[in-house]
């Protein structure tokens, strides 16, 4: 397993969702509904970006779940901060979500890639 490329998608993983946190916002100013999906969206947007950059070798399907929880895990702090406090069950959820994401959408992105012939993860 290649622990620094893991780490590379967690932070790219945690500056997406830094910067969605940050537009929210303004989300939710353009449109009500849009706030309802905007966070969610983001969340799994930076999942999946995260594990799509962490893939490389046969353990990418591990890294894409390292780096996305990875992320998860480093703007946890911020939310703690920003919010006074975590709900245990929010914080336990959104875990699982970042594992099933980051697990799942590198073998997605292999099919893509494959069916525009390359095995390539990159």
């Known amino acids: 397993m290649d622990l620094p490329t893991a780490v590379r998608g967690a932070s790219?993983?945690?500056?997406?969702?830094?910067?969605?946190?940050?537009?929210?916002?303004?989300?939710?100013?353009?449109?009500?509904?849009?706030?309802?999906?905007?966070?969610?969206g983001v969340a799994v947007l930076a999942f999946a970006w995260a594990a799509g950059k962490a893939c490389a070798g046969r353990d990418s399907i591990v890294q894409g779940m390292l780096a996305a929880s990875g992320a998860y895990m480093f703007v946890l702090p911020l939310v703690a901060l920003g919010t006074g406090g975590l709900d245990a069950s929010q914080v336990s959820l959104t875990a699982i979500v970042a594992v099933i994401i980051g697990g799942g959408s590198v073998p997605m992105r292999r099919y893509a890639r494959a069916r525009r012939s390359s095995w390539s993860c990159r």
């Open 12 to 40: 790219i993983g945690f500056s997406v969702l830094v910067v969605g946190g940050l537009l929210t916002p303004i989300a939710v100013r353009t449109w009500d509904v849009l706030g309802l999906v905007w966070l969610p």
